[in-house]
């Protein structure tokens, strides 16, 4: 909302989280879809961004570790990405919200912001430290315009977080490597079992594992479409699914989130909801 306005253009990465793409259309931005595909194993490929590229391009907006594929790039991608941004004079955000839970050994790669000095990052407590209700984030750049801009626009908005929250928040960082160590291991724990139950259910499921974060992106082999499974995964076992259609995606799709410890329970539900339907 700081960076863009009618007649600027913004990319972003797709499938996404639907704000990153509405918030700059509700600007007056005109907003382009960089769409990754699960035959890449869901990385978008660098060649189209640069096709997409235009002189009014101002932001490309990014999500890594990607919620809802769990994709997360090498470091070598995103110096790539950096590099190509900076000769377009266009600025990166990066939504890093998933980043500290490392999936795979080959661990994380750095924050773009450590990478570039014009990319702007954004992050919370919600997500991998599971403390959404404190509504807590921040904004990490070396971009001192955005810096600037952003700091005008929240005095007009007056959106500042409350004493007790920022206390709660900050206590909560200080002890990051107890709390993300305690929800990568049950996120790991989790991702096994579920990674059994789509092996079980293989004429059901196709999918890429997640390399980070807690959620995964399968394609659903089944013949109704993903809004009409989730609804009535809703209605018949009480079960909430994401699918696809809300991620600026098609309808073949579902987000599981495997970051809870009530993940046991609803893939029983989930199997029991299945057998019915073989029934």
């Not at 700091?151 to 959106?159: G, I, P, T, Y």
């Not at 900050?170 to 579920?194: F, V």
């Not at 394609?219 to 989730?230: A, D, F, H, K, Q």
Request: glycine share 6%.
């Amino acid at each position: 909302m700081a960076s863009v306005g009618a007649g600027d253009h913004v990319i972003v990465q797709g499938p996404i989280y639907q704000s990153l793409t509405s918030v700059a259309a509700w600007c007056g931005a005109e907003t382009t879809s960089w769409p990754a595909s699960e035959r890449d194993a869901w990385q978008p490929q660098l060649e189209t961004l640069h096709r997409l590229l235009r002189p009014t391009t101002r932001l490309i907006v990014v999500n890594f570790p990607h919620s809802p594929t769990g994709f997360v790039p090498d470091q070598d991608y995103l110096e790539q990405l950096s590099s190509l941004a900076d000769e377009a004079g266009v600025t990166v955000v990066c939504d890093e919200i998933y980043r500290g839970m490392p999936l795979t050994d080959a661990g994380e790669p750095p924050s773009l912001a450590d990478l570039s000095r014009r990319a702007v990052v954004l992050n919370s407590v919600s997500k991998v430290y599971g403390l959404p209700g404190l509504r807590v984030g921040w904004v990490a750049t070396r971009n001192e315009e955005v810096l600037v801009n952003v700091k005008r626009l929240r005095m007009h908005f007056n959106s500042f977080v409350g004493a007790p929250s920022e206390f709660l928040a900050t206590l909560a960082l200080r002890q990051t490597e107890q709390i993300l160590g305690r929800n990568l291991a049950l996120a790991k724990n989790n991702l096994a079992q579920l990674q059994r139950f789509l092996t079980q259910h293989a004429e059901l499921f196709s999918w890429h594992d997640p390399r980070g974060g807690v959620v995964v992106f399968p394609r659903w082999l089944g013949e109704e479409s993903t809004s009409v499974l989730s609804e009535r995964l809703l209605q018949e076992a009480g079960l909430l699914l994401a699918p696809s259609a809300y991620f600026a995606a098609d309808e073949r799709h579902v987000r599981i989130g495997f970051g809870t410890s009530s993940l046991p329970t609803s893939l029983a539900a989930f199997e029991e909801y299945l057998e019915s339907r073989r029934h």
